[in-house]
C-alpha cells in the first residue's frame, strides 16, 4: 500500500480490528485533513477531581515515618526491608493517623490511599517473629512458594536439613555423656527474637523509638537444668551493652557449645 494512497475500508471491521469505538476515529477526522491524523495527544493531562494533593500524601508519608523501625532478626545483610511493631498493622496505623489528622486540624486521606502509600513508597514490613527463618530456608519456602526452585537450592537445602539432623543426635549424645562425665556438661544456647522495650497499647508509645533488646541464654541439659540469660542490647554497631548476666557457671568447667540456632560452631570450647 503506498502512503498517502487513500483506501476506503469497512469501519466496523476497523474500529473491531483496533477494538476502539468510532469516537478516536471521528477524533482523527477533525485534528487532520484528507484523513491524516496530526494532532498532540491530550490524553492523561486532567488532573483527576479526586487526585490526592501532594501535601495530603506528605503529610501521610511524615506519620508513617515517626514509627521506629527495625532490621530483621537474621536477614538483615540480604534485604532493605525494614520491620515495624509487631502490634503494628495498616488499619492500626490509619487510626493513629486520624488522630494525628485531628490534632493537626487537617482533613485526612481514605485508608486505601494510605494503605497505598505505605505499600509503594515505603518497604515496610510488620516484625513477625515466628517467621523469621534463616535466610536459606528463607530463600527455599520462597523458591517453592514462586515454583523457582532449582535443583542446587534443594541440595543446600537437603544438606541443611541433614546438618540440622546430625544436630539434633549429636545433642543427645551429648546429654548423655553430660549425665555420666563430671567433668563435663552440655549446654544448649539460643539468642531470642529481638524483644522491643517499651511494649504497651498506649498510642504515645507506637510512635517512641524502641530499644531492642536481646537474650542470649544458656541452658544446662543436666539435672537440675540451670538456665542463664545474657541481655544485653546494641547501642551501635560493634558496641554491645550488656544489661543483666544471670550466671553462676563454674570458670573451670568446660563447655561444649552446640547447637545454637545460629552462631557457634559444634565443639567451640568457652572457657
Ligand atoms: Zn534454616
Redesign the pocket.
Known amino acids: 500500500m503506498k502512503a498517502k494512497q487513500k483506501h476506503r475500508v469497512c469501519q466496523r471491521f476497523f474500529e473491531k480490528t483496533l477494538n476502539i469505538s468510532n469516537g478516536p476515529i471521528n477524533k482523527a477526522f477533525e485534528g487532520g485533513q484528507d484523513g491524516f491524523f496530526s494532532a498532540e495527544d491530550k490524553r492523561g493531562r486532567k488532573t483527576p477531581y479526586n487526585k490526592s494533593k501532594e501535601e495530603d500524601v506528605a503529610f501521610v508519608k511524615q506519620h508513617i515515618e515517626m514509627f521506629p523501625t527495625m532490621e530483621s532478626h537474621y536477614c538483615r545483610k540480604n534485604t532493605q526491608r525494614l520491620y515495624l511493631d509487631a502490634k503494628l498493622s495498616i488499619r492500626k496505623m490509619y487510626s493513629l493517623y486520624l488522630e494525628f489528622c485531628h490534632d493537626n486540624s487537617r482533613v485526612p486521606l481514605s485508608q486505601s490511599m494510605y494503605r497505598k502509600i505505605f505499600c509503594t513508597a515505603f518497604n515496610l514490613s510488620f516484625f513477625v517473629p515466628k517467621k523469621d ?6 530463600r ?1 519456602a520462597e523458591a517453592k512458594k514462586t515454583e523457582s526452585l532449582t535443583d542446587q537450592l534443594e541440595a543446600l ?1 537437603n544438606n ?2 541433614a546438618r ?1 539432623t546430625n544436630a539434633n543426635l549429636t545433642k543427645e549424645a551429648d546429654k548423655q555423656r553430660s549425665e555420666n562425665d563430671p567433668t563435663f556438661l552440655s549446654i544448649t544456647v539460643d539468642l531470642q527474637s529481638v524483644l522491643q522495650v517499651p511494649s504497651g497499647d498506649e498510642s504515645l508509645l507506637y510512635y517512641c523509638r524502641k530499644l531492642c533488646v536481646y537474650n542470649f541464654s544458656i541452658y544446662e541439659s543436666r539435672f537440675p537444668n540451670e538456665a542463664y540469660c545474657f541481655i544485653f542490647c546494641i547501642i551501635a554497631e560493634n558496641c554491645v551493652y550488656i544489661t543483666s548476666v544471670y550466671t553462676n557457671l563454674d570458670s573451670q568447667m568446660k563447655l561444649t557449645v552446640s547447637y545454637g540456632r545460629k552462631s557457634m560452631a559444634k565443639e567451640e570450647v568457652m572457657r
Open positions: 527463618r534463616c535466610s536459606l530456608c528463607n527455599y537445602y541443611h536439613m540440622k
